[in-house]
């Protein structure tokens, strides 16, 4: 017998063995069919789903507990409320501070000083914002740059960051206020709006370049050493690789900064510049009434809650993306 017909026999065999197995299964099957007295199995129809009747009551269970939940938390609620209306009413001193501090006359003559001084506000909270932004981002990259010869610059980044970190808002606004004019010096302006201004800026700056450079240094550093592989040198990692997802992670944090930023706004009024604080100072100097302080502290209220809501909900997003294997 020659080696082609072994092999011929060979194949025979296997194809063979092959259809036993396929009739075997197929054979098991309606056997098993034909035992159980069942018809063979069909696939499901999704029209034809009809939930169990322990399914609907486990639902109709879950939706009485959210409807108690939320009338719990809805009594609760007004119940504390009200405790407090009463207690702040119910006190010695309450008309008094009704008369001065929720007087409407004072109130509507305050409105339209106070919105003219809050333009102020805004318009140092945006100058100062994107100023505050690039120094931080420029700190933050300072101080992760790495080699030796880059000591001297870490180390100055550092101090910088610590000293401002440490530093008192209040201090240093006065201090560029009142000190930097007694200097004299040429070319350097006096206005306390710009000397404020540049305070907010040097404060902020250190706070954000620690948000920043805590989300460089989220960012794993495989993707650095991926990009350098593929020729990219490390300023061009830097830009195109690790900044990117490094700013993408850090906007909440971020935006907490802008609405603290906002407030803090009208702490250059010590100075003498006329914003929405000062303006409110100027109207109680004139009426010894303290409603106007409220008024303008209502329009900051205004302005932030919807920015602190917002912030809320991008970190929730971020959140739940990551939690979902999205991007950071």
């Known amino acids: 017998m020659s080696a082609e017909e072994v092999s011929a026999k060979d194949m025979s065999a296997e194809n063979m063995r092959a259809e036993d197995v396929g009739t075997g299964a197929v ?19 999704p029209a034809d789903y009809r939930p169990s009747p322990r399914r609907l009551a486990r639902e109709a269970f879950r939706r009485r507990r959210a409807r108690r939940s939320a009338l719990i938390a809805t009594a609760s609620t007004l119940l504390t409320a009200v405790a407090l209306v009463a207690l702040v009413v119910g006190s010695p001193g309450w008309p008094a501070v009704r008369r001065s501090f929720f007087s409407a006359e004072y109130a509507r003559q305050a409105l339209p000083e106070v919105l003219k001084g809050l333009r102020i506000n805004l318009e140092l909270m945006a100058v100062c914002g994107v100023l505050i932004l690039v120094l931080g981002l420029l700190l933050a990259v300072l101080r992760t740059l790495r080699g030796p010869v880059f000591l001297p610059v870490r180390l100055l980044a550092t101090v910088y960051v610590d000293f401002f ?24 302006t006096t206005d306390p709006l710009w000397l404020g201004g540049a305070a907010l800026v040097l404060t902020y700056a250190a706070y954000v370049s620690e948000v920043f450079r805590a989300g460089i240094e989220s960012v794993h550093p495989s993707q650095l050493a991926a ?6 040198s490390h300023t061009q990692a830097m830009r195109f690789v690790v900044l990117p997802q490094a700013v993408r992670r850090v906007v909440p944090p971020l935006l907490n900064n802008l609405v603290s930023l906002q407030k803090d706004t009208g702490l250059v009024s010590i100075g003498g510049v006329i914003d929405a604080v ?11 009434n303290s409603t106007p302080y409220l008024v303008a502290a209502l ?6 809650v919807p920015l602190t809501r917002f912030t809320g909900w991008l970190t929730a997003r971020a959140d739940r993306r990551r939690y979902e294997g999205g991007l950071s």
């Open 27 to 45: 054979g098991t099957a309606g056997a098993s069919a034909e035992r159980t007295g069942l018809p063979p199995a069909k696939a499901a129809d």
């Open 165 to 188: 970190l440490g530093l008192p808002m209040i201090i240093c606004l006065l201090v560029m206020i009142t000190g930097v004019p007694a200097l004299r010096l040429t070319g350097v």
């Open 227 to 232: 990009a350098r592989s593929l020729g990219l």
């Open 278 to 288: 000062y303006a409110a100072k100027i109207i109680n100097g004139r009426s010894f």
């Open 299 to 304: 329009v900051f209220v205004a302005l932030t």
